[in-house]
Nanobody
Framework: QVQLVESGGGLVQAGGSLRLSCAAS????????MGWYRQAPGEQRELVAE???????TYGDSVKGRFTISRDNAKNTVYMQMTSLKPEDTAVYYC???????????WGQGTQVTVSS
């Protein structure tokens, strides 16, 4: 059974930093494209950052230059370092694993990030 478990969310002041982690189990982590998505109240879920099995990265326009996604295949974990946080970054952040060959997606339960002004 595939499980993705996020951690690292919390309350931080504007301008601060947080690092999110997502630990995967029950799956061959290294072949997955891993991504972080977020959903604010009343908003659609949006892509924040993504990293392929080969290490290529993609970022949403609103986080470019502030967030960095990385992965450690030995630990089956994907990270997202978030800096210069803004109140508009407040959302539930979800980890997603995507297996390209089957187009299957796996989601974590989410972790709340709240940025106070």
């Amino acid at each position: 059974q595939v499980q993705l478990v996020e951690s690292g969310g919390g309350l931080v002041q504007a301008g601060g930093s947080l690092r999110l982690s997502c630990a995967a189990s029950g799956v061959i982590f290294s072949i997955l494209t891993m991504g972080w998505y977020r959903q604010a109240p009343g908003e659609q879920r949006e892509l924040v950052a993504e990293i392929t099995s080969g290490g290529s990265t993609t970022y949403g326009d609103s986080v470019k230059g502030r967030f960095t996604i990385s992965r450690d295949n030995a630990k089956n974990t994907v990270y997202m370092q978030m800096t210069s946080l803004k109140p508009e970054d407040t959302a539930v952040y979800y980890c997603k694993g995507h297996f390209g060959m089957t187009q299957r997606n796996y989601w974590g339960q989410g972790t709340q990030v709240t940025v106070s002004s």
